[in-house]
Each structure stands twice: as structure tokens, then as C-alpha cells.
């Protein structure tokens, strides 16, 4: 089944204990990006990757680190987490930027608590 | 900077009824348009695709339009059900499908009451 993973779902961690949330897509997908939904806010983008190796900042990168070392693989990384960074994170992926129809799949969602 | 609006932000109709979901968007230089569902504790799924060329697309009950000279689009649900009660939400992407991420609506909270 063609999908985007992410994990874990749920976390609850602690100011300044660096995380890792996973991003996995089995599409061969070249573009891959994350965001974050907030209430009122909406959803925005945190950082994206046109393809391995290649990653650019989105709307709201402060506070996050990413990589793209496979194909497959995009994981978000939060080096010092703050109360601030409290939110829903989604990462999505579309087969490239290129030609007309580059519609995005979003992951389940990671609901990240940080105290 | 695009800005994209949806009204209402929530709507209650009972089971069988037609509606329509409203998006407008500030910039109508769009490379394309997707309409997206997103449940409770879930993420989001993407319903409906319209390129910057198209005028409507349709799959199933759901028929979503979009008018780029004017800003706006339109998801239609025929016959609605108790199961399409979830929030939707529209999102645009750039002109010239660039790196830029989606812009997204706030989304209009549906219930469908049975």
C-alpha cells in the first residue's frame, strides 16, 4: 500500500531532551516536506526536500533540523524541543515539482507534547 | 503572501443534503488546488486535485470547481452522509509548482447529523 509513515504518533517529552520524528514514504517520492498545525494558526510549512541531499527552509524552520540522506526517508529533528514546538507535525511527499499534477500525501500525523 | 480563506468555518446539516464548502484565495497566480479531508486524530487525505488549467474535478459525490480569475473554488458534496462529517480544508501551491509549500485554508469543521 502507497503511503507516508511517520513515527512515533504520540510523544510527551521535556524542554531541551533532543527528538526524532521519523518520515517514510514507499512511492519514490522525490519531494517530501513537513509541516505543523496549529489551532488558529493552520498549517505550515517547517522545512522541505526537493530530493537527497537537497532540503530548504519553509515558513517556520526555527527550532528544527532535518536530513535527507535516502530516497525515502525525511526525519525532523528538534535539538532543544520548547513549549513553543507543542503541536501536530505532518510530513507529506509528491512524486517532484515538475509537470502539472504533483499532488501531496500527508502522513497520520505525530502529536508532539513538550513540557 | 497568499493568503487563503474558507467559509464557514463550520457547518451542521442533516443526512441527504447537498452543500457546498467555499475557498478564496488572494493570489490567483496558482500552479493547482487540492482539496483535502482531515479526521479526528488522523491525518490528512487528499480528496480532490484541480491543475491551474482545469475548472472542475469529480470523484464520486464530491465535484470541487475552481475559478482562478476570481480566487475561488468550491467543493460540492451531493447526498451527504453521516460519514462525511470531518474538517476540509483547501491548500494552493505557487505559481510554477515551485519549492514553496502549500498555503492552507483553517479549514470548514463539517458534521453531517444523522
Known amino acids: 500500500e502507497a503511503q507516508v509513515t511517520q513515527n512515533p504518533r504520540y510523544l510527551i517529552t521535556v524542554t531541551g531532551k533532543k527528538l526524532t520524528v521519523t518520515c517514510s514514504q514507499n512511492m519514490n517520492h522525490e519531494y517530501m516536506s513537513w509541516y505543523r498545525q496549529d489551532p488558529g494558526l493552520g498549517l505550515r510549512q517547517i522545512y522541505y526536500?526537493?530530493?537527497?541531499?537537497?532540503?530548504d527552509k519553509g515558513d517556520v524552520p526555527e527550532g528544527y533540523k532535518v536530513s535527507r540522506k535516502e530516497k525515502r526517508n525525511f526525519p525532523l529533528i528538534l535539538e532543544s524541543p520548547s513549549p513553543n514546538q507543542t503541536s501536530l507535525y505532518f510530513c507529506?511527499?509528491?512524486?517532484?515539482?515538475?509537470?502539472?499534477?504533483?499532488?501531496?500525501?500527508f502522513g497520520p500525523g505525530t502529536r508532539l507534547t513538550v513540557l | 503572501k497568499q493568503e487563503v480563506t474558507q467559509i464557514p468555518a463550520a457547518l451542521s446539516v442533516p443526512e441527504g443534503e447537498n452543500l457546498v464548502l467555499n475557498c478564496s484565495f488572494t493570489?490567483?497566480?496558482?500552479?493547482?488546488l487540492q482539496w483535502f479531508r482531515q479526521d479526528p486524530g488522523k491525518g490528512l487525505t487528499s480528496l480532490l486535485l484541480?491543475?491551474?488549467?482545469?475548472r472542475e474535478q469529480t470523484s464520486g459525490r464530491l465535484n470541487a470547481s475552481l475559478d482562478k480569475s476570481s480566487g475561488r473554488s468550491t467543493l460540492y458534496i451531493a447526498a451527504s452522509q453521516p460519514g462525511d462529517s470531518a474538517t476540509y480544508l483547501c491548500a494552493v501551491r505557487p505559481p510554477g509548482g515551485g519549492a514553496d509549500g502549500l498555503t492552507f485554508g483553517k479549514g470548514t469543521h463539517l458534521i453531517i447529523q444523522p
Open positions: 484541480i491543475q491551474s488549467s482545469q
Open positions: 526536500s526537493m530530493n537527497v541531499e537537497v532540503t
Open positions: 507529506a511527499s509528491s512524486l517532484s515539482l515538475a509537470g502539472t499534477y504533483n499532488e501531496q500525501f
Open positions: 493570489d490567483s497566480a496558482i500552479y493547482n
